[in-house]
């Protein structure tokens, strides 16, 4: 069990303003942020980055989206941060999702679901690495 997890503000969230509610929630849910960074992902980095659902239907869309806008990468540290955060974000179906998590609050919908989320322990740190080095983590 880790103790560090991946997370990613998605282009929806930061085009409609709610980047800094999120970070705030993220914090005052108890998350130290260990790296944090704005970039936009190219459509190829996006690519990269979501190879592993590259023959699921929804793929293409997926790294179009992703390369919109501008996105907000960062590295929690928390106890069991990994599900505790899968927890806090919500169902990836903002409809479905509990009330009271992050995607319930400000996703719009399955595609446009504000955060993304490691799903298990090697992910975030494979996720963490895609985006930071040794340097930019503390």
Do not use: C
């Not at 659902?53 to 989206?65: A, D």
């Not at 169902?91 to 400000?106: C, L, N, S, W, Y």
């Not at 799903?119 to 494979?126: P, Q, R």
């Amino acid at each position: 069990m880790s103790n560090r997890t991946f997370t990613m503000i998605k282009p929806d969230a930061m085009k409609s303003g709610h980047a800094g509610a999120i970070l705030d929630r993220i914090i005052k849910e108890g998350y130290r942020i260990v790296a944090l960074k704005m970039t936009r992902l190219s459509e190829t980095k996006a690519g990269e980055f979501y190879a592993v659902h590259k023959e699921r239907p929804f793929y293409g869309e997926l790294v179009e989206f992703m390369s919109s806008g501008p996105v907000i990468a960062a590295i929690l540290e928390k106890e069991n941060a990994v599900n505790s955060f899968r927890t806090l974000i919500g169902a990836t179906d903002p409809a479905k999702a509990d009330e009271g998590t992050i995607r319930k609050q400000f996703a719009a919908s399955v595609g446009e679901n504000a955060v993304h989320g490691s799903d298990s322990d090697e992910n975030a740190l494979i996720e963490g690495d895609f985006f930071f080095s040794s340097l930019e983590r503390i």
